[in-house]
């Protein structure tokens, strides 16, 4: 399985410098991998230990450093959810 849509890994070769929202799904400790993505130039929004994922905001230039990383599993776009009838 790809770490990233291929549809999306080229929006972010397009636009290196445009500003992504995204979910970053992690293996190990989500406080120590919130505190990497941070180093790494991610805006950290939140951590979700429950799905050992990080909702972040960077650049399409470090979004694609993301995926070189063996401790992200995959990387989606973030986009609201609604419950239903919400």
Do not use: Y
């Not at 397009?14 to 130039?41: C, K, W």
């Not at 990080?54 to 979004?63: E, P, Q, Y």
């Amino acid at each position: 399985m790809a770490k990233v849509d291929s549809n999306l890994r080229a929006e972010w070769k397009d636009n290196p410098r445009q500003t992504f929202s995204l979910i970053v799904r992690v293996t190990g400790d989500v406080a120590e991998r919130r505190e990497m993505l941070s180093e790494l130039g991610c805006q950290v929004k939140h951590a979700f230990r429950l799905t050992n994922s990080v909702s972040v905001r960077c650049s399409g230039a470090v979004a694609l450093t993301l995926t070189r990383r063996r401790w992200v599993t995959q990387v989606e776009r973030d986009s609201i959810l609604r419950a239903l009838g919400g």
